[in-house]
């Protein structure tokens, strides 16, 4: 039930504990601690951000909080308010590319990721820029062994010149980030992990007024598009998550 909690939207520690009141019933903090073995803390945050989302309830018992499940209905209504915000987020992509002549470029095939990963560098070097938000499934790290080495000098060159590298991953994309990007950590990536309810649909890449979106491994695309509306757009929304984003 966990990972479709956090497909939901909630994030990994939230929905341990959602889960752990599901099983055990109504019950005080003591219980989700010992059975989650996390810093009681870390439990108080999620246990405050599923009250917020009310998939929860709390009252005094023996002068103890004491949690119990809210309505499950909760989840569909929060789904609902995404969908809405996501339907505004996407009003606004469209006018500001009706505003202005976007161009629209796609890699495709085998190459695509090697093609697109060159297009980017050169955009990056010419904006000064070098953005990635949303890491790739493992299956990605390993369909571009064959060109990644080659890929890190070549973005090692970038910030010798000054351009940041910065990357920001999501919690579920830890692990195969930690696997594969630790060697290059600080040299030249900066990473940084954001909550899992923040999570883009798509990786990104953006250098200035490019950005790039790409489609899983399983049917390799790379869309390459111009619009200074639409990369300011993600770029906002990038620094807004930066900011609060841990360390990787």
């Known amino acids: 039930m966990v990972d479709d909690l956090v497909e939901l939207g909630l994030g990994r520690t939230e ?19 010992y059975t989650l073995r996390k810093h009681r803390q870390i439990v108080y945050n999620a246990l405050e951000s599923l009250l917020v989302k009310k998939l929860i309830s709390v ?12 309505d499950p209905s909760r989840m569909l209504i929060e789904l609902e308010q995404k969908r809405v915000v996501a339907e505004k987020v996407v009003e606004r992509i469209e006018g500001h590319l009706k505003k202005e002549q976007e161009q629209v ?16 560098r050169s955009h990056a070097e010419a904006a000064q820029e070098y953005i990635v938000v949303g890491g790739e499934p493992r299956e990605w790290f390993l369909h571009t062994r064959g060109f990644f080495q080659e890929h890190v000098s070549e973005v090692k060159k ?5 351009i940041p590298i910065l990357i920001l991953f999501y919690e ?16 030249p ?22 950005i790039y979106l790409l489609t899983p491994v399983v049917d390799p695309l790379v869309v390459h598009i111009k619009s200074k509306a639409l990369a300011e757009d ?8 930066w900011k609060n984003a841990k360390l990787l």
């Open 172 to 187: 579920r994309e830890q692990r195969s980030a930690t696997e594969f990007i630790r060697p290059y950590l600080h040299d």
């Open 105 to 120: 470029e796609f890699f495709s095939g085998s190459k695509s990721y090697e093609r697109g990963l060159f297009s980017f």
């Open 158 to 162: 970038l910030k010798e010149k000054g």
């Open 234 to 241: 993600h770029r906002e929304n990038f620094w807004s998550q």
């Open 15 to 33: 929905a341990l504990v959602f889960q752990t009141i599901v099983e055990k019933g109504p019950c005080f903090v003591a219980p989700i601690v």
């Open 189 to 210: 990536y900066e990473c940084r992990v954001a909550k899992d309810e923040l999570r883009w649909p798509h990786t990104v890449w953006i250098a200035g007024e490019h």
């Open 59 to 70: 009252s005094q018992k023996n002068g103890k909080n004491f949690y119990a499940m809210g």
